[in-house]
């Protein structure tokens, strides 16, 4: 399929994070952009280690980490204009074969061609929810297609478009530094099987959904259970209904934001740094701790400050301020609410007077939430426009890849957990699902194709 055989319409006028920064690098626009490279195309940075620019460009990427292959010329080269037809013309070829999920982080020129558009948790139901599908596009980051290959049927392929997809926060929980960690945490408490008089083990483990396939198998084989942003506090209440304390990976903010909604003080948490003996803690911090902080955070939601609460408050007078569980605890403190992404699209849309909403969370969805939204003034609290680096990389030329591969037959980018991880790694998921009922179906609110 090429460019000549296709009659181009017009790309709809959304609101693009990418045209806007394409606006800056050109002078187009007085705006501020963390990076100028962010207008290029992300193959450009395939072939580098590091997750690229964005938000955790300057985050260490594990040695190790997938890497993706040369993009091939075809799709480098093409407009946006032929990139769209040509996803929308295997898409239509191969029909109910393919279901096609995007995040609510990714670039609107992807989201506009998925089925289903939500959190990782609601896309990977969905992908639950449609056995029918032999293959499934996630248009997210890697442990999403992950997650996805664990609750889908074993004879779907969960493909990711670009295998440098990755998610800094995720990779900050090492599979190896857990294991040690365990091990550390054993030579203190003792026996971790063994329970008290009240019938509580010494440690729960408890992952954030955003981990690897790994971290949520080791979490499943030592008792725990994976939570979400949604459900955190339901998930902690589990885990100390059987556990003396909580070890909670990889995001530190939501750990502590969530435990000290729930009474839980700050010197009960001591943080668990990978890099130094014991973590960094004392034994007698971590024998009277609640809950022990993984040193991981997300470096979209890290970029939020209590001083752009101020600003916002000063110039726009009744702001609403709602920002994500991911932002360090003063700026949660500092908020008027805080909750997940699907928390934040709801009470926008819950909203019935004109309201103006400033937004703690990633920028390609709080600009979406304005679009839709256009009876409220919606802001992002970062006035810098940078997006997340890893969910940038997905980009509709690896879109236009993935899909006319299926078309001729091809499989590209499978993503599939190995069993000995994957039964395990079900056990912490299931325990989730049985702590609280599923979550809210993904959203068709922005299903445009
Ligand atoms: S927004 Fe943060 S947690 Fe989500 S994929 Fe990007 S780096 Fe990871």
Same mark, same amino acid.
Not at 231 to 243: D, H, K, P, S, Y
Not at 277 to 297: K, M, Q, Y
């Given at each position: 399929?090429?460019?000549?055989?296709?009659?181009?319409?017009?790309?709809?006028?959304?609101?693009?994070?990418?045209?806007?920064?394409?606006?800056?690098?050109?002078?187009?626009?007085?705006?501020?952009?963390?990076?100028?490279? *962010?207008?290029?195309?992300?193959?450009?940075?395939?072939?580098?280690?590091?997750?690229?620019?964005?938000?955790?460009?300057?985050?260490?990427?594990?040695?190790?980490?997938?890497?993706?292959?040369?993009?091939? +010329?075809?799709?480098?080269?093409?407009?946006?204009?032929?990139?769209?037809?040509?996803?929308?013309?295997?898409?239509?070829?191969?029909?109910?074969?393919?279901?096609?999920?995007?995040?609510?982080?990714?670039?609107?020129?992807?989201?506009?061609?998925?089925?289903?558009?939500?959190?990782?948790?609601?896309?990977?139901?969905?992908?639950?929810?449609?056995?029918?599908?032999?293959?499934?596009?996630?248009? =997210?980051?890697?442990f999403? +297609?992950?997650?996805?290959?664990?609750?889908?049927?074993?004879?779907?392929?969960?493909? *990711?478009?670009? *295998?440098?997809?990755?998610?800094?926060?995720a990779?900050?929980a090492?599979?190896?530094?857990?294991?040690?960690?365990?091990?550390?945490?054993?030579?203190?408490?003792?026996?971790?099987?063994?329970?008290?008089?009240?019938?509580?083990?010494?440690?729960?483990?408890?992952t954030y959904?955003n981990s690897s396939?790994?971290i949520?198998?080791?979490?499943?084989?030592?008792?725990?259970?994976?939570?979400?942003?949604?459900?955190?506090?339901?998930?902690?209440?589990?885990?100390?209904?059987?556990?003396?304390?909580?070890?909670?990976?990889p995001?530190?903010?939501?750990?502590?934001?969530?435990?000290?909604?729930?009474?839980?003080?700050?010197?009960?948490?001591?943080?668990?740094?990978?890099?130094?003996?014991? =973590?960094? +803690? =004392?034994?007698?911090?971590?024998?009277?701790?609640?809950?022990?902080?993984?040193?991981?955070?997300?470096?979209?939601?890290?970029?939020?400050?209590?001083?752009?609460?101020?600003?916002?408050?000063?110039?726009?007078?009744?702001?609403?301020?709602?920002?994500?569980?991911?932002?360090?605890?003063?700026?949660?403190?500092?908020?008027?609410?805080?909750?997940?992404?699907?928390?934040?699209?709801?009470?926008?849309?819950?909203?019935?007077?004109?309201?103006?909403?400033?937004?703690?969370?990633?920028?390609?969805?709080?600009?979406?939430?304005?679009?839709?939204?256009?009876?409220?003034?919606?802001?992002?609290?970062?006035?810098?426009?940078?997006?997340?680096?890893?969910?940038?990389?997905?980009?509709?030329?690896?879109?236009?890849?993935?899909?006319?591969?299926?078309?001729? =037959?091809?499989?590209?980018?499978?993503?599939?957990?190995?069993?000995?991880?994957?039964?395990?790694?079900?056990?912490?998921?299931?325990?989730?699902?049985?702590?609280?009922?599923?979550?809210?179906?993904?959203?068709?609110?922005?299903?445009?194709?």
């Open positions: 399929m090429s460019a000549t055989s296709l009659t181009l319409p017009p790309l709809p006028v959304d609101p693009s994070v990418d045209n806007e920064i394409q606006a800056i690098v050109s002078g187009a626009s007085t705006a501020e952009t963390c990076n100028t490279d *962010l207008a290029a195309g992300p193959w450009n940075f395939d072939a580098r280690p590091g997750y690229g620019p964005g938000s955790s460009m300057g985050d260490v990427i594990p040695v190790g980490s997938p890497r993706q292959g040369e993009l091939p +010329a075809e799709y480098r080269d093409a407009s946006p204009e032929e990139l769209d037809a040509r996803v929308r013309a295997a898409k239509e070829k191969l029909g109910d074969r393919v279901m096609i999920l995007g995040h609510f982080y990714q670039r609107v020129e992807v989201v506009r061609h998925a089925d289903y558009v939500g959190d990782s948790f609601q896309l990977a139901n969905a992908a639950k929810a449609h056995p029918e599908a032999e293959a499934i596009v996630f248009c =997210g980051v890697h999403m +297609a992950e997650t996805a290959d664990l609750l889908s049927r074993p004879d779907q392929a969960v493909i *990711l478009p670009n *295998l440098a997809a990755g998610c800094s926060m990779d900050m090492d599979i190896d530094q857990v294991e040690e960690c365990w091990e550390q945490l054993a030579d203190i408490y003792g026996d971790m099987d063994a329970t008290d008089a009240d019938g509580l083990v010494p440690v729960i483990p408890v959904m396939a790994a949520k198998g080791f979490v499943g084989r030592h008792g725990g259970i994976v939570c979400t942003s949604s459900n955190a506090q339901t998930v902690l209440e589990w885990a100390f209904e059987r556990g003396r304390r909580v070890l909670f990976f995001d530190q903010h939501l750990g502590r934001n969530t435990a000290k909604a729930m009474g839980v003080t700050v010197e009960q948490m001591p943080m668990w740094n990978p890099r130094k003996p014991l =973590g960094g +803690a =004392g034994a007698d911090e971590l024998e009277s701790a609640r809950v022990i902080l993984w040193h991981g955070f997300c470096s979209v939601h890290r970029r939020f400050t209590v001083e752009q609460i101020e600003k916002a408050r000063t110039e726009h007078s009744g702001v609403r301020v709602i920002v994500h569980p991911e932002c360090p605890m003063a700026v949660v403190d500092a908020a008027d609410e805080s909750g997940s992404t699907d928390y934040i699209r709801r009470a926008i849309e819950g909203a019935t007077e004109p309201t103006t909403f400033a937004i703690g969370t990633e920028v390609n969805l709080v600009q979406r939430l304005a679009a839709a939204n256009p009876q409220h003034t919606i802001f992002c609290l970062d006035p810098v426009v940078c997006p997340c680096s890893t969910m940038y990389r997905i980009h509709p030329g690896y879109l236009a890849w993935v899909l006319e591969g299926l078309v001729n =037959g091809e499989v590209l980018n499978r993503i599939t957990v190995p069993q000995d991880v994957a039964e395990p790694a079900r056990l912490a998921l299931e325990r989730m699902l049985a702590a609280k009922p599923p979550a809210a179906p993904a959203s068709a609110w922005e299903n445009a194709s």
